[in-house]
């Protein structure tokens, strides 16, 4: 160990880094050194020490580099410096992966493995068995199998683990060397038992029996290694997951709760927490360990038992509730990690009385914890929220004044979010959240938080109680702000004098100051308002000021479409549908950089689907209505797994079928899906997977189909066949064999074909349903009228919400699918159009008594037919 030892001086700089400034071309000139004779120990490891740091530096290596160093590094073996052997095991496993011909050590390595020096036996096997490949294993496996059981427990160690990193060199290596491990399971050395043990799971994992064999054999047992015991509890509960009944299994693990080491102890109150039958009686002796580990002189212990009595309070909060005085006493902490944890589970375990002392405890330890650990308690007290709604008044002060400290956008965008979730959940907290969120945009300094929060102003100031309230925040970000939040200001007091007349004047006023803006934008928005807002209030100006959005690409192609008509009819952009942009959650906020614009869910299959020479006649004349949500039509652990997703165009249906082959021997040729139409539908054509489908490759085929004339049967059921030509291939190449295929077929679940499925919401409209409502009588609306008993597995107003909105398709507006907590009765009010472009509207009028829902559901629309494929799709 001389080699190492530092003198006075050097102890005297200090610690930091010794190689500050190496560079590769002069490391590796150094390394002929290597090559002297007699070999210099102390230089020669200084040098191999500075190859190894580049390395773990990051540093490439070129594969002639690599194999001179490596080549050079061979000759230290004629070395009998311990410190220098150990060197080069480092470097030759280091240097494996990139130089060439390093089979040459082999012999060296496997004389250092057998030899009689321990120091070197060890290290040197964990060197060969990186180096080995398939065609090496047969020649080391004896030797490897000795090493196993050697008496020395560092080298029956490191075979132990070696061999299980040779599973990817040869899958049934644990299984060839399973006597030994059983041989090592009974070692004095806690560590050879518990890696005896893991090779021994890893040679039987694939056999569920044999793995109940081994567990049941070992429950029985005492393992003296807190580690293997570990292991032990993790199979067992995996078993216990997989299989119904396992009461033995069950009380092995709750007798773990009483043994000697705590590591043990923890695991087991662990693994009974997470399993997911578990009830709060069965919680309970997990949960007494837990709460003693609360009170543990050990931030470790402390930290592991609170963050697992935080993950049940999400599912098992009463269990939870004795833990509460103990709880209380981590909030001071000096751990910070160990007091949001519990702050956080006390909130959600917390009784109702108790929402005030918690929010006074908390608030002095919140400046102190950093913004990370600060979502975190944003995010329990969301969950507080919903848990009591009347106690709102209390905990949005508390996010208000969280508001006012320092934070990043992450921080206040939590923030921002439970005051707007609290205000959709609860009525009567709309005025409240206002009023905090007009405070903080006085002082905010993220822009897209700013135009959020304007954005959510415009929306619901103007439905308040007091809407001029508003006026005064909005104006001043018009005279304060950046041309982006200045922008959004003026969009904002543009609905607030559409939606309140009373309002206009005073508003036309300050809109035509905004017109004298230094940004295009600003002075744009300003203008075309001013010019809307001067006509005749009436209910119609609301869409001018929020129009839709709607997705482009399919607008410019129905428009492209409708001017090579004689355009007698007027343009419908009711049928261009609606953009919805798959929300991608920003995480920073940067202003230098300007993002690409990300496209809809609509216009991504529409690039896909135009791609498609046989589905250009559709996509030319017809804009894509809908698509659905994906429909799985296999489970997931089957050989063959097949995906649908059905594109609703006026006339058209298109169903996309993405398949997958999970067989790695088996290649797919003239891969299709075959349906048989029910009636009045019609196959167009059938297009087949474009390319062969190898292991884990994915294919798409697709299917056209016309819809009938007769719209009136609300759902069918399309029966689904997938078709292909099955070839025999080499598991480890793919390449198929010179045989003939032979044509196979595999039965997939039914595909059903539903009204949500061909009505879509309105989008963005901005008029108050009242007024369509009672509009569409006055512009000779069909209605349709009927009362329904729902099913017994409806059971809450909640579910009747739900199962109606997800069954018809159609988008319940004005926020009445949030059902009030306790509410017996309940209005949903729905919009949507059909394919066809026929608008819909629906006024269900629901009852709760006895568990059962009764629904008066009236339906106006354009078309008669559509009206009652609505009412009969209910009943």
């Not at 992450?410 to 005051?419: L, N, P, R, S, V």
């Not at 018009?478 to 508003?507: G, K, M, Q, Y």
């Not at 907590?821 to 026929?838: C, D, E, P, Q, Y």
Request: hydrophobic residues 40%; aromatic residues 6%; negative net charge.
């Amino acid at each position: 160990m001389n080699t190492f030892k530092r003198d006075k001086k050097e102890e005297e700089d200090g610690g930091g880094n010794p190689f500050p400034n190496l560079e590769k071309t002069t490391v590796l000139q150094d390394a002929r050194t290597f090559n002297d004779t007699p070999v210099n120990p102390k230089k020669c490891a200084h040098i191999l020490t500075k190859i190894l740091y580049l390395i773990n530096q990051g540093e490439q290596l070129g594969t002639t580099e690599a194999t001179e160093a490596f080549f050079a590094m061979t000759k230290l073996f004629q070395s009998r410096d311990v410190i220098l052997r150990r060197l080069v095991y480092l470097g030759i496993k280091e240097l494996s992966s990139v130089a060439e011909d390093v089979i040459i050590v082999t012999s060296s390595l496997t004389k250092d493995m057998t030899g009689k020096e321990d120091l070197y036996r060890a290290a040197a096997i964990r060197a060969l068995c990186t180096i080995t490949d398939h065609a090496m294993l047969a020649t080391i496996e004896r030797y490897m199998k000795q090493a196993i059981v050697d008496k020395s427990p560092a080298v029956s160690s490191a075979a132990l683990v070696s061999s299980l990193h040779l599973t990817s060199v040869s899958g049934d290596v644990a299984r060839r060397w399973a006597n030994e491990a059983q041989e090592a399971l009974y070692s004095d050395n806690i560590m050879v038992q518990y890696h005896a043990l893991g090779v021994l799971y890893q040679a039987r994992k694939t056999d569920k029996h044999a793995v109940t064999k081994l567990v049941s054999k070992l429950t029985r047992a005492c393992l003296k290694s807190p580690y293997a015991t570990c292991m032990l509890i993790r199979m067992a509960c995996k078993l216990l997951d997989e299989e119904e009944s396992g009461r033995e299994l069950l009380e092995f693990v709750e007798s773990c709760l009483r043994h000697k080491s705590e590591m043990v102890v923890y695991e087991a109150a662990h693994a009974l927490v997470n399993l997911g039958r578990s009830s709060t009686r069965e919680l309970a002796p997990a949960i007494s360990v837990l709460q003693l580990f609360c009170g543990s002189p050990k931030p470790a212990l402390r930290f592991a038992a609170v963050r697992t009595l935080n993950k049940v309070a999400m599912s098992h909060p009463a269990a939870v509730t004795a833990c509460n005085l103990d709880l209380e006493n981590l909030i001071t902490d000096s751990n910070r990690s160990i007091a949001t944890l519990a702050i956080t589970t006390l909130l959600k375990t917390g009784a109702e009385s108790s929402v005030d002392r918690l929010m006074k405890q908390i608030a002095t330890f919140v400046s102190e914890i950093s913004d990370e650990f600060k979502v975190v308690v944003v995010q329990a007290i969301r969950a507080l929220c919903q848990k009591f709604p009347r106690k709102h008044s209390v905990l949005m002060n508390f996010l208000s004044a969280m508001l006012r400290d320092e934070g990043g956008l992450e921080y206040k965008a939590a923030i921002a979010d439970t005051i707007i979730a609290v205000m959709e959940g609860n009525a009567e907290a709309k005025e409240a959240g206002l009023a905090h969120l007009c405070e903080f945009i006085e002082d905010c300094e993220h822009t897209s938080l700013a135009v959020r929060i304007l954005h959510l102003l415009g929306q619901e100031g103007p439905t308040s109680k007091q809407p001029s309230r508003y006026i005064r925040f909005i104006y001043n970000r018009v005279i304060l702000e950046s041309a982006s939040v200045r922008a959004a200001a003026v969009t904002a007091l543009a609905h607030f004098a559409a939606a309140c007349p009373p309002l206009l004047p005073n508003i036309l006023v300050l809109l035509s100051r905004c017109q004298l803006d230094s940004d295009d934008e600003v002075r744009d928005r300003a203008a075309y308002y001013c010019a809307i807002l001067q006509q005749d209030v009436d209910p119609m100006i609301l869409p001018l000021i929020q129009p839709p959005l709607i997705s482009v690409p399919s607008l410019e192609r129905s428009l492209h479409n409708y001017i090579r008509t004689p355009m007698e009819d007027p343009f419908d952009i009711s049928q261009i549908p609606p953009a919805q942009v798959i929300e991608e959650p920003a995480q920073t906020e940067v202003h230098s950089i300007k993002q690409q614009p990300r496209l809809t869910r609509e216009e991504s299959f529409m690039e896909k689907l135009s791609q498609i020479p046989q589905l250009a006649f559709i996509i030319r004349e017809y804009p894509l209505f809908k698509s659905s949500p994906v429909v799985e039509l296999t489970e997931p652990e089957t050989e063959y797994n097949v995906k649908c997703i059905k594109h609703t165009f006026s006339k058209h249906l298109i169903l996309q079928f993405d398949c997958q082959n999970t067989l790695t021997d088996q290649l797919l040729e003239d891969v299709r899906v075959a349906v048989e139409p029910p009636d009045g539908y019609t196959v167009v054509c059938v297009i087949p997977c474009p390319r062969p489908l190898t292991y884990n490759e994915p294919g798409t085929t697709y299917i056209v189909l016309t819809y009938p004339e007769d719209i009136h049967t609300p759902v069918v059921t399309i029966p689904t066949t997938l078709r292909f030509m099955a070839r025999d291939c080499d598991p480890m190449t793919g390449i198929p064999d010179a045989e003939q295929g032979y044509h196979d077929e595999y039965m997939l679940e039914d595909l059903e074909i539903s009204p949500a499925d061909q009505i879509r919401g309105p989008g963005a409209k901005g008029i108050t349903f009242a007024a369509e409502w009672d509009a569409a009588l006055a512009q000779g609306f069909s209605e349709l009228d009927e009362t329904f008993a729902l099913g017994a597995n409806v059971t809450s107003l909640e579910k009747a919400v739900q199962s109606l909105v997800g069954f018809l398709g159609l988008e319940a507006v004005e926020r009445s699918d949030r059902v009030p907590s306790g509410a017996v009765r309940h209005t949903l009010l729905m919009s949507g159009i059909f394919r066809n472009g026929k608008e819909v509207l629906a006024s269900a009028r629901l009852a709760l008594s006895d568990n059962q829902v009764t629904m008066q559901l009236t339906v106006r629309s354009t078309d008669p037919d559509v009206a009652e494929l609505v009412i009969s799709a209910v009943g």
